[in-house]
């Protein structure tokens, strides 16, 4: 139905910068929003950026400044670029995204296979 790949992901030094992309596939006639989480071993999965479909954004307190969610509508694709990383950020990386499929009023709301970001001292 709708595939989401993720790519981006890697290992840098504490305040080196990133950017991950996640593109969307499918039949999309519209999007709600794009997302971007992370989950570190142990911990719960958190949402780090988001973008409606209108483009008004929000943030995890702890990367304000730092990310920075955007998103090319013509290429149904999210991308987060993260400056200034932190050992901290180090965790396993999903976007998602939900929306209406096209042809229909059906819903769809699809996660990326994840990507590996490790942020070393």
């Known amino acids: 139905q709708v595939q989401l790949v993720e790519s981006g992901g890697g290992l840098v030094q504490a305040g080196g910068s990133l950017r991950l992309s996640c593109a969307a596939s499918g039949s999309i006639s519209s999007i709600y929003a794009m997302r971007w989480y992370r989950q570190a071993p142990g911990k719960q999965r958190e949402l780090v950026a988001a973008?409606?479909?209108?483009?008004?954004?929000n943030y995890k307190d702890s990367v304000k400044g730092r990310f920075t969610i955007s998103r090319d509508n013509a290429k149904n694709t999210v991308y987060l670029q993260m400056n200034s990383l932190k050992p901290e950020d180090t965790a396993v990386y999903y976007c998602?995204?939900?929306?209406?499929?096209?042809?229909?009023?059906?819903?769809?709301?699809?996660w990326g296979q994840g990507t590996q970001v490790t942020v070393s001292s």
């Open positions: 973008i409606t479909g209108g483009g008004i954004t």
């Open positions: 998602n995204v939900d929306g209406f499929v096209a042809g229909s009023r059906s819903q769809f709301y699809s």
